[in-house]
Nanobody, 115 residues
Framework: QVQLVESGGGLVQTGGSLRLSCAAS????????MGWYRQAPGKQRELVAR???????SYADSVQGRFTISRDNAKNTVYLQMVSLEPEDTAVYYC?????????WGQGTQVTVSS
């Protein structure tokens, strides 16, 4: 069972930046397409970025041009670099397989963007 631990969230001002990390428990993680999801209170969880095992990425329109997903398979880690943050980006951010989340969810990391 792959375990996922998200970190790097925090409170930032509008226009600020954060880098999130998702550490996986096993190197087998490297074969899967992975994504970053977010969930705001009262809303459905949304897939915002994904990266396959060849490094090909895709993004939701809402974050295109502002977020960059990357992975370091040697470290069993996926990253999400977020710039030009907006209050609408406020959510708990999770990583998982994408576009279908087949691993157990981790605890997520809170991102709060103040206006």
């Amino acid at each position: 069972q792959v375990q996922l631990v998200e970190s790097g969230g925090g409170l930032v001002q509008t226009g600020g930046s954060l880098r999130l990390s998702c550490a996986a428990s096993e190197s087998i993680f490297s074969i899967y397409t992975m994504g970053w999801y977010r969930q705001a209170p009262g809303k459905q969880r949304e897939l915002v970025a994904r990266i396959n095992n060849g490094g090909v990425t895709s993004y939701a329109d809402s974050v295109q041009g502002r977020f960059t997903i990357s992975r370091d398979n040697a470290k069993n880690t996926v990253y999400l670099q977020m710039v030009s943050l907006e209050p609408e980006d406020t959510a708990v951010y999770y990583c998982n397989r994408a576009p279908v989340a087949l691993f157990s969810w981790g605890q997520g990391t809170q991102v709060t963007v103040s206006s």
